[in-house]
T-cell receptor, first 114, second 115 residues
């Protein structure tokens, strides 16, 4: 089935460690996104990528890094520089950069710093 | 200023009641898109509807209906005869020129439907 797969679903990290969240899509979408959601809050854009080997910072990119080496994959690294990383992370994708594209979401990954 | 405002933080209704979730947006562009997503307890956001700024026709899909009014910058969502399975957090979102890839989400409305 086509969709967006995020892994792991739950992840625990010790302070000072980097951690990478995986996001893979088989929808042949050009654009991919990472959002962060804190409890009771809306979604905030971390990074997005419109094409392979290119990406742009969103509203809260500090402490995060991404890569887009393949169309299907857009991993997010939460670095030790991110001071408050405990949150729910959502990966999304869309067909492209034309106006009106709908973004579709993965199931999310819970990151907890212990 | 918030581009998308969902003033209702949480709503509780009894099954079979109708419920309307409010969404007010702010944009200076003439071309923009509005969306509604549902987030069940499992966490994944499920796309419900997309509306472009040139189409003010209301839409009905089963028990769901949407009322788009440019005059009041609102895009409200009504669930008729609510069911327990409708319990979720609902998000309204906006995309606008020049960067349609950048979605602005409201803070969400948590809907509790009690049996």
């Amino acid at each position: 089935d086509g969709g967006i797969t995020q892994s792991p679903k739950y992840l625990f990290r010790k302070e000072g460690q980097n951690v990478t969240l995986s996001c893979e899509q088989n929808l042949n979408h050009d654009a991919m996104y990472w959002y962060r959601q804190d409890p009771g809050q809306g979604l905030r854009l971390i990074y997005y990528s419109q094409i392979v080997n290119d990406f742009q910072k969103g509203d809260i990119a500090e402490g995060y890094s991404v890569s887009r080496e393949k169309k299907e994959s857009f991993p997010l690294t939460v670095t030790s520089a991110q001071k408050n990383p405990t949150a729910f992370y959502l990966c999304a994708s869309s067909f492209g950069t034309d106006s009106g594209n709908t973004i579709y979401f993965g199931e999310g990954s819970w990151l907890t710093v212990v | 200023a918030q581009k998308v405002t969902q003033a209702q933080t949480e709503i509780s209704v009894v099954e079979k009641e109708d419920v309307t979730l409010d969404c007010v947006y702010e944009t200076r562009d003439t071309t923009y898109y509005l969306f509604w997503y549902k987030q069940p307890p499992s966490g994944e956001l499920v796309f419900l509807i997309r509306r472009n700024s040139f189409d003010e026709q209301n839409e009905i899909s089963g028990r769901y209906s949407w009322n788009f009014q440019k005059s009041t910058s609102s895009f409200n969502f009504t669930i008729t005869a609510s069911q327990v399975v409708d319990s979720a957090v609902y998000f309204c979102a906006l995309s606008e020129a020049p960067d349609f890839n950048k979605f602005y989400f409201g803070s969400g409305t948590k809907l509790n439907v009690k049996p």
